[in-house]
């Protein structure tokens, strides 16, 4: 199975911050990399898809890249409702899909 | 409008088996560009897929937990059905169901493969304990 390893495992910013989050595929998965955000008790939210294209109505301020093996969520300016827990995905193979470990986005 | 939302018992005890159901709203089950799985979260950690089912009635299931899995759909229900067996307390989780966007045809008329969750159910929180 393709194995997804995100880091920071866990991060510190505050508002208005520039923020990166990394995930890594231990195999190439070209551009099958989705990003989710989750907030306590909540389902996942779907934020990018395909590496790069962002989900309708998902602010203009969540950015993806990469592709391959290596890929980067970037908020540009975080705001107070963006401290919430983000996963990456990939859907390489739809067979075995596969989620990164997570990485939780504090205040600080 | 897109709906899931998940049932079943929030109890079961060590050994027994889990049958949880996914009834959706909104699109249907045979539609080839969706598909349906069941993904899991123990309390503070990571999300964990289990099982997908294709619009064709194709079924994928994670490797470490594939003997224990069988997901199966009735479309004219708009169900989505996942038994789980001999459960452990390890197995606490909240099990949610999710439609995957499976492809997409581009400008050019390419087949582009996609793999993304685009609508979640709540969730259901399943115990195991005698």
């Known amino acids: 199975d393709i194995q997804m390893t995100q880091s920071p495992s866990s991060l510190s910013a505050s508002v208005g911050d520039r923020v990166t989050i990394t995930c890594r595929a231990s195999q190439s998965i070209s551009s099958y990399l989705n990003w989710y955000q989750q907030k306590p008790g909540k389902a996942p939210k779907l934020l990018i898809y395909?590496?790069?294209s962002l989900q309708s109505g998902v602010p203009s301020r969540f950015s993806g890249s990469g592709s391959g093996t290596d890929f980067t969520l970037t908020i540009s300016s975080l705001q107070p409702e963006d401290f919430a827990t983000y996963y990456c995905?990939?859907?390489?193979?739809?067979?075995?899909?596969?989620f990164g470990q997570g990485t939780r986005l504090e205040i600080k | 409008q897109v709906t899931l939302k998940e049932s079943g018992p929030v109890l079961v005890k060590p050994t027994e088996t889990l049958t949880l159901t996914c009834t959706v709203s909104g699109f249907s089950l045979s539609n080839a560009r969706m598909g349906v799985s069941w993904i899991r979260q123990p309390p503070g950690k990571a999300l964990e897929w289990l099982a997908h089912?294709?619009?064709?009635?194709?079924?994928s299931y994670s490797t470490s937990l594939k003997s224990r899995l069988t997901i199966s759909k009735d479309t004219s229900k708009s169900q989505v059905v996942l038994t789980m067996t001999n459960m452990d307390p390890v197995d606490t989780a909240t099990y949610y169901c999710?439609?995957?966007?499976?492809?997409?045809?581009?400008?050019?008329?390419?087949?582009?493969?996609?793999?993304?969750?685009?609508?979640w159910g709540q969730g259901t929180l399943v115990t195991v304990s005698s």
């Open positions: 395909a590496a790069s």
């Open positions: 089912i294709f619009s064709n009635d194709e079924k």
């Open positions: 995905q990939q859907s390489y193979s739809t067979l075995t899909i596969t």
């Open positions: 999710a439609r995957m966007i499976t492809y997409y045809y581009d400008s050019s008329g390419y087949k582009r493969d996609l793999g993304y969750f685009d609508y």
